[in-house]
């Protein structure tokens, strides 16, 4: 499955607790993303009979789960930044097209070394779908959302699935639901989730009864709930850990995002030459875990990941500032 990376400018230190909990979100979404990519690069050099416990477990419980979360909060994102843009300039949708256009660039760049990857289509997708759809009212977002996601899921997934996750991720900004549906939410689609990847796991095994659409739905209700989940985590006394862990690691995620393929690349050989599995397991853990120092090291210091205020300054035009006051050289 193809990779996405961070959608959403950073928020400040002293930002709103939601916007945190958003950069947590996509911290947690970074740990997963890497797990999986890591997973697929190895993959790619084996026969199919090469399968083992792990290779199931990543199949069905990690792989299709977690970019769903970055296409949702890419569309989230993009009207935190219209409002932004909006506030500054009176040509906000110049601004986000030049964002889109840089986005694009990238996307580019990582194509020749990491086929496949999303930052490319992203652009697209915000270009063709996100733009238009900022000009809809809200009812008529909504309905767009469900209906592109539900063409997608039945289609059997896969990169057709962001345009409608970013369209819902729209919508949600624009009204976002009660607090107390958090608790409801995890549980039906930890329900769903589990039935639907049993499903799969069954009919997968029979050409009879197999149909496209059950995978890429278990992979978001799997989605929904580990989302629901760690917000709900994010409400207990594991909060503070839980920030400090992911929402380093989600306000850089561009920039962690495209670090890792190259140490992925340069493991291929070691990891295909592991029967277990486990070493790409073990690489995923210690990178993320490096990712993390280096990213509370650098937001220590800085405003935005080195990647992160690159896409700024280039989308403005301008130079942005980025270190910290007090912060020494």
Known sequence: MTRPTGPAEPSGPTGPPRLHELDALRGFAVCGIMVVNTWQHTREHLRESDRNAVDWAIDNLLQSRFYPIFSFLFGLSFVLFLRSAAARTAHPWAVLLRRLAVLAALGAIHQVFNHGEVLLPYAIFGVLVLLPASFFPQPAVVVLGV?????????????????????????????????????????????????????????????????ASVYPAAGLAAATAYCTGLLLLLRTRLRDLLLALLAPLGRMALTNYLMSTPIILLFVPLLVADTTRLAGVAL?????????????????????????WAWRSLTWMERVPNRRIGSHP
């Not at 970013?166 to 639901?177: I, K, S, T, W, Y």
């Not at 853990?285 to 992160?308: C, D, I, K, N």
């Open 147 to 211: 209906a592109l996601t539900a063409w997608a899921v039945y289609q059997g997934g896969g990169i057709i699935l962001v345009p409608g996750l970013f369209v819902l991720g729209m919508a949600l900004m624009e009204h976002p639901p009660p607090e107390w549906l958090l608790f409801p939410a995890f549980v039906a689609s930890t329900v769903l989730g589990v039935t639907l990847t049993w499903l799969w796991v069954v009919i997968a095994k029979d050409p009879a009864l197999f149909h």
């Open 284 to 308: 995923s853990a210690a990178v993320l875990a490096l990712q993390v120092l280096f990213s509370r090291v650098w937001l220590g210091r800085f405003r935005y990941g080195p990647l992160e």
